[in-house]
């Protein structure tokens, strides 16, 4: 289990195979590996998006992003997890956040990756400040969740 | 006793602070620290409180030495 916060870009893809090199002979029971990629995009709100600063309250993140893979290792049958998010100046295509989540079987990998990306979204402390062509503005809240939670899920 | 009260983001600018040492009275909940701060302006709407690096109620009641933090809705992923 492992949470990075990140000042620097990162490589989603380098940082599944750094993590999964460290499983050694128990690379051969895991089956599957979810993964959520998600990136800043070059436009929200009907504006274009220049660039955007990540707040976030050290401490507080790393310990609510600890609990979060906690309560996941918990509640269905993991492997690993491993979440990495950005923090700082950010650029329109630069990753965010990785969530990934590796088990024996695809149905507990797939509700796991969503129902922490979900919770992160709503319980981690993280601000985001966008650049637009009239000025810096706070984004005041994320899309809803759909489905997948920790608790409506069998 | 005294506690240390930490605002974020919007609420930072807000407040004109991002941190202060706060001497209390024991017994003192996080809901009348706000008030204290703020005139007694409520809370905006959404906005969430911490302590120790934990959510926490306006009710909670605070030690010497905790963090309280104060900030709004979340928008990391």
């Known amino acids: 289990m492992a949470v990075r916060i990140c000042a620097e870009p990162f490589d989603p893809l380098e940082e599944l195979r750094r993590h999964q090199a460290g499983f050694g002979a128990g690379r051969a029971k895991v089956g599957a590996l979810a993964s959520f990629v998600g990136s800043m995009r070059d436009f929200n709100e009907g504006d274009a998006v220049s660039s955007m600063v990540l707040e976030h309250y050290p401490g507080m993140t790393d310990r609510q992003l600890e609990e979060l893979a906690a309560r996941a290792a918990a509640r269905w049958q993991l492997a690993d997890i491993l979440i990495v998010h950005r923090v700082g100046e950010i650029l329109p295509g630069d990753d965010i956040v990785l969530v990934a989540t590796w088990s024996a079987h695809r149905a507990h990998a797939f509700e796991s990756c969503r129902a922490v990306m979900e919770e992160l979204k709503h319980s981690a402390p993280f601000w985001k400040k966008e650049r637009t062509a009239a000025g810096e503005r706070w984004v005041t809240r994320n899309t809803p969740a759909n489905s997948a939670d920790f608790e409506t899920r069998g | ?77």
């Open chain 2, 1 to 77: 006793m005294t506690v240390k009260v930490r605002f974020f983001a919007s609420l930072a600018e807000t407040m004109g602070r991002r941190e202060m040492e706060l001497p209390l009275e024991p017994g003192t909940t996080v809901s009348s620290i706000w008030a204290a701060l703020t005139a007694d302006k409520p809370m905006p709407q959404g906005a969430l409180c911490a302590v120790n690096h934990d959510y926490c109620t306006l009710e909670q009641p605070l030690a010497d030495g905790d963090e309280v933090a104060f900030f709004p809705p979340v928008t990391g992923g």
